[in-house]
């Protein structure tokens, strides 16, 4: 709802439901029109792929597990979704499966998709010392990361954990990349974020960093769900990372705080990578799953699925360095 009401973009919702007694199936997906993230990987390859698309990050979640464990129920509930497609000649695009999920990626594959590295999520498998102590590294990163949190405590900064509607004043905070990087606007607009705090989204917490004058240095916006507790959104205003390394001590006081409240990891997202491996992350490939449905050649899909995991080396070879590839 929050994306069908507070999105810029002509996504027009294409939702499936499977119901089977007590048991729910939901795939939420959009047949998209102006979406400026799937316009980007649309064409940011070759082949480009130019056909019409319904598809969604929410089969899998945004970077987890299914939503339910009835893999009999997600099957019909694919299966529901890719008779709609074909009835709109439309491409179906799933763009967000843990690799660790093979159940899913399978019954993808025996319904006829075809399945490519998309790009990569980073994740900290966590045990009980991270609570007193993030910092479970070698000693060489560990005593490096020890010293900037010397440093930012002795300068006075603060991490404040904050229900989520305390932190509207920050939203463009959290937007702080886009003026940095020079990203359209569209791509996370205000209203989204301010609709997210307000929502009293289930799991949803803020962590705030703060310097002595009660400024705000960074933000995280996070989920704790289920077993695993992931880092969402976050920005930081750079006048502030010196004395204070507002983005090191978010990323320990997340850690810390996934620890604490019994997660068995915690999810960072894509990138950059640096200071996520820095702090022991590891990357865990996303796939993509891709079903022509006749709206397009199965050879061009294919190589449209290809090119994308061959960019995504190029950009990034530090994620094959730190999973062995």
């Known amino acids: 709802m929050l994306l069908q009401q507070a999105w810029v973009g002509c996504e027009r919702p294409s939702h499936v439901e499977v119901n089977v007694g007590d048991r729910h199936a939901v795939i939420p997906s959009f047949r998209f029109g102006a979406c400026p993230r799937l316009s980007y990987y ?18 899998v979640g945004w970077y987890g597990g299914p939503i339910g464990n009835d893999k009999g129920l997600i099957r019909e509930a694919i299966s ?10 439309a491409a179906s695009l799933f763009f967000g499966i843990d690799e660790r999920d093979r159940a899913t990626i399978q019954s993808l594959g025996d319904l006829g998709y075809l399945i490519g590295r998309f790009h990569t999520n980073t994740v900290l498998f966590l045990n009980a010392r991270h609570v007193e102590d993030p910092l479970q590294l070698p000693k060489k990163q560990r005593e490096e990361r020890r010293r900037i949190r010397r440093r930012a405590e002795e300068a006075g900064l603060q991490v404040k954990v904050l229900r989520a509607s305390d932190a509207v004043k920050d939203t463009e905070l959290v937007r702080s990349f886009l003026r940095r990087d020079g990203v359209d606007d569209a791509v996370l607009p205000p209203r989204f974020i301010e609709a997210a705090l307000t929502a009293n989204l289930p799991g949803l917490e803020v962590l705030l960093a703060v310097t002595p004058r009660n400024e705000s240095a960074a933000i995280a916006l996070n989920f704790a769900w289920g077993t695993r507790y992931f880092m969402w959104l976050g920005g930081n205003d750079r006048q502030f990372a010196k004395p204070y390394y507002p983005s ?19 999810q960072a997202g894509r990138s950059p990578y640096r ?8 990357p865990i490939g996303i796939m993509a799953a891709l079903h022509p449905c006749h709206a ?30």
Not at 275 to 282: L, M, S, T
């Open 42 to 59: 649309r064409r940011n390859v070759t082949p480009t792929l130019d056909c019409d698309i319904v598809g969604g990050h929410a089969l």
């Open 80 to 89: 529901s979704h890719l008779e709609f497609c074909r009835a709109r000649g």
């Open 248 to 266: 090191d001590i978010l990323y320990q006081h997340a850690i810390s705080r996934a620890a604490s409240l019994g997660m068995k990891e915690i």
């Open 275 to 282: 200071i996520k491996f820095a702090y022991g992350f590891r």
């Open 296 to 325: 397009i050649e199965r050879e061009r899909a294919a190589a449209w699925l290809a090119a994308q995991e061959h960019r995504h080396a190029m950009l990034y070879p530090e994620v094959g360095l730190q999973s062995g590839l």
